[in-house]
């Protein structure tokens, strides 16, 4: 196990001992998978010394997303719950935007409205929303955050929030939140924003045997590779399915 890993793994099973789980791929042949739809957008600036400013340039992705949602689910019944992983970085004039999320419509949603062929079209794109926008979040620069998303689609409010994961975060870094792609990308994001605070911290999961056969191999798939390397969030080993985007794996 690497050093530089933030996870206490003194209770792990060995590599050797779940070799099955860990040598598993994706089975894009079961299903059609994809790998987890990223977001990303940067621009220039002069005016990013200006705390209003940044608050809106953060905002009209939010506003964006919501957009989105309302298109691909404002005909729905139920109440939709999802999360997003999201950073927000400003270097200098430069800030960028970048925020991964269970859908592939949704993120292609997302690039075609930002894509400068359309970019005029933005403006009325972003007041196309027809209901509540309600906001309680905060993005340090250049830290991964979750932001848990609930859409009512009866009443078309939409709520985005990640206080309680930034204040509060014990209770979302609990592995048996972690099963469905928002759960994972929550723990992700709680934990990300942890240990930016805190980079020594250690991360205790105890007990991994006793999480085999029971669904949770994407997650021990995940946790072997980020003790082993370091490395807490590699995208490109996350896959999502496209036919039920809640259900993601992970690449060893």
Known sequence: MSAATPFNASKYPTAAAIRGVLQTQVPSSIGNWCPLPGFKF???HAATDDPEFLKFFI???LRLYAVGVQEMFGGDAA???FVLLCKFRQVDETLRFQSYAP???????????VDQSVVAQLPALLNSFTGAIEKHCAFPNDVWVPVAVVYNPLSNHILFSNINQLESGDQFLKVGLTRTTSGYLN?????????????KMKIEVANLDNLLGKGMDPFIRWIHHAAATGIVFDSDRVFVNVDNPEEYDFKY
């Open 103 to 113: 859908w592939p419509k949704l993120n292609e949603f997302m690039m075609n409205a």
């Open 187 to 199: 723990y992700l994001g709680t934990l990300m924003f942890r240990l930016a605070a805190q980079p």
């Open 79 to 81: 109440e939709l719950e």
């Open 59 to 61: 905002s009209s992705f």
């Open 42 to 44: 940067s621009s220039s």
